[in-house]
C-alpha cells in the first residue's frame, strides 16, 4: 500500500511534464517598447488672447458665446474708440494737406493700436472714416474665454477673448530617470488615445528642477482634427531600435515574491525552476539577462502544479 502511495505522485509528474507545452531561449531582432501614462493638454502656442491696445465701447458683439467656433479673419466685435476715431480724423485731414510725414506718422500710429491693415488702406483709398473699428480673430478655433458683452466698456490691455486652436494638444508625460537614454534616442513614438495613434510633430523635454525626483517629463505635441479634451488620459508609447536580443516569450515566466522564474527542461525530462534577471522588451517578449543558452527548452505557461511541486520540494530555494 505504502509503494503504490508513493507511485501515484510519480505518475502524476510524469503525466504532468508529458502535458506541459513547451518553448525555447531565442534569439531575435527586435525593438525594444516602453509605455508610458499621458495627459492631453492645450498647445501654449495655439492660445490667442484678444487684447486692445485701446480702449472703448462695444456697439455690436457678433461674436457671444463660450465655446463657438471662429475662423480665422471673422469678424468679433465692432467698437467706439474715441482715442482710435481721433486718430482716424488726423489721418483724413493729413490726407487733404498732403502732408507725407503727417500720413506716415498717422498711419504708424494706427498701425500700433493694432487697427486692420484693410481699414487703414480704406481711408486713404476712400478718404472717408468709420467711427467704429472692427476686431477679427486672428486664428481658426474656439472660444474659450470670454469677457465682453454688447454695450459694454473695456480698457486699453483688458482680456475680450482668449481664443484656442483645438486641434493642437501636446500629451505630457512622466518616465523614470533610468528610461532617459531610451526616451532621448527612441526610435519611434506615438501617442494613442482610444486606439487611436498619433504622431508627434514636436518632443520638448522638461527641465529638472527637483533633484530628488525619480522621474523626468516631456510633451509630445501633435495634431488631431479629432475634437479632443484637455485633461484626457493617453499613453506614449516609444519604440527603441531593432537590435540581436536574447528572449523568452512573456507567457513562459513566471513572478514571484523574490523575482522572476522559468522552468528548464533537464536531461531526465523534467522541469527545473531556475531564477533569472528578466527585462521587458515588448508586449510580447522579455529579454533573458541571465547565462542561459539559446536554443534551451523551458516550459510555456507553466501551470500550477509544477510550480506548486517545486514550492513543497523547496526547488525555489537558493
Known amino acids: 500500500m505504502k509503494i503504490l502511495f508513493l507511485l501515484v505522485p510519480l505518475l502524476l509528474l510524469a503525466q504532468q511534464a508529458f502535458n506541459v507545452k513547451t518553448t525555447y531561449v531565442m ?4 525593438a525594444p517598447f516602453k509605455e508610458y501614462p499621458a495627459t492631453l493638454e492645450l498647445d501654449e502656442a495655439a492660445i490667442v488672447d484678444i487684447v486692445p491696445r485701446f480702449g472703448g465701447y462695444v456697439e455690436q458683439l457678433w461674436k457671444k458665446r463660450l465655446y463657438e467656433r471662429v475662423k480665422k479673419g471673422e469678424l468679433l466685435l465692432q467698437a467706439y ?3 482710435v476715431y481721433k486718430t482716424k480724423l488726423e489721418l483724413l485731414h493729413s490726407l487733404s494737406y498732403r502732408d507725407q510725414a503727417m500720413i506716415k506718422a498717422t498711419k504708424r500710429k494706427l498701425q500700433l493700436y493694432d487697427i486692420p491693415q484693410k481699414e487703414i488702406l480704406s481711408i486713404l483709398k476712400r478718404g472717408k472714416v468709420s467711427t467704429l473699428t472692427a476686431i477679427y480673430s486672428p486664428i481658426s478655433g474656439v472660444i474659450y474665454k470670454k469677457d465682453v458683452y454688447e454695450g459694454s ?12 486652436d483645438p486641434t493642437r494638444l501636446k500629451a505630457t508625460f512622466s518616465y523614470p530617470q533610468r528610461d532617459d537614454r531610451f526616451v532621448h534616442h527612441a526610435h519611434s513614438l506615438q501617442i494613442v488615445i482610444d486606439k487611436e495613434s498619433f504622431k508627434p510633430t514636436k518632443l520638448l523635454y522638461h527641465p529638472t528642477t527637483d533633484p530628488k525626483s525619480l522621474y523626468e517629463q516631456a510633451s509630445a505635441y501633435f495634431h488631431s482634427n479629432k475634437l479632443l479634451s484637455a485633461g484626457t488620459f493617453a499613453k506614449v508609447q516609444v519604440q527603441g531600435a531593432n537590435r540581436l536580443y536574447k528572449v523568452i516569450p512573456k507567457s513562459a515566466a513566471i513572478k514571484k515574491a523574490d523575482g522572476w522564474y522559468i522552468f528548464v527542461k533537464n536531461d531526465f525530462d523534467e522541469f527545473e525552476p531556475k531564477k533569472v534577471k528578466l527585462k521587458p522588451l515588448n508586449e510580447e517578449y522579455f529579454e533573458l539577462l541571465s547565462p542561459i543558452e539559446v536554443n534551451t527548452t523551458i516550459a510555456d505557461y507553466p501551470m500550477f502544479l509544477l510550480d506548486s511541486d517545486a514550492q513543497i520540494n523547496g526547488a525555489y530555494d537558493d
Open 81 to 83: 474708440s474715441p482715442e
Open 153 to 164: 466698456s473695456f480698457k486699453a490691455g483688458s482680456l475680450l477673448y482668449q481664443i484656442v
Open 27 to 30: 534569439q531575435k531582432e527586435l
